[in-house]
């Protein structure tokens, strides 16, 4: 596979991050986050908080990376185990929507549940195919 298609492809990946950074902030509205946690410990909600924007953050790192320097993540040692990690990173994620998830809620929304099950089943594939190249 050429380079250039593989340093394309993680660019794409840097948008498709920088849309799933903007989907936490609409899932947070769409689902009540405040309102749900507001009757837990207060400990509970600021971990779920400090969790969730520490998540935010390493997904934005990880698309700055791939948006301008994705040639980083396609050469060497270092490259190699950070595209693996990814790759296993988002296979996981992809276990997880489809094993973890309430089924009744996946089919309610059958749509989302679809649409973000290819987001990362294809930020799992160009990671990994970032990481056979080397």
């Not at 799933?20 to 749900?36: D, H, P, Q, T």
């Not at 410990?41 to 790192?61: D, K, L, N, P």
């Not at 009744?104 to 649409?115: A, S, T, Y």
Request: hydrophobic residues 55%.
């Amino acid at each position: 596979m050429n380079t250039l298609y593989l340093e394309m492809g993680l660019r794409g990946t840097g948008v498709i991050l920088l849309g799933l950074v903007l989907a936490n902030f609409v899932a947070a509205k769409r689902l009540r986050y405040a309102e749900n946690l507001a009757g837990s410990e207060v400990m509970v909600r600021q971990i779920f908080y400090v969790h969730c924007a520490y998540i935010i953050s390493i997904i934005s790192g990880l698309a700055l990376l791939c948006l301008g320097w994705p040639q980083l993540l396609l050469e060497g040692g270092m490259g190699q185990v950070l595209s693996g990690f990814f790759g296993l990173f988002w296979a996981s994620r992809v276990v997880v929507q489809l094993t973890y998830y309430d089924k009744e809620l996946r089919r309610r929304e059958r749509g989302w549940d679809v649409f973000f099950l290819l987001v990362f089943v294809v930020l799992c594939a160009v990671f990994t195919l970032a990481t056979i190249y080397q």
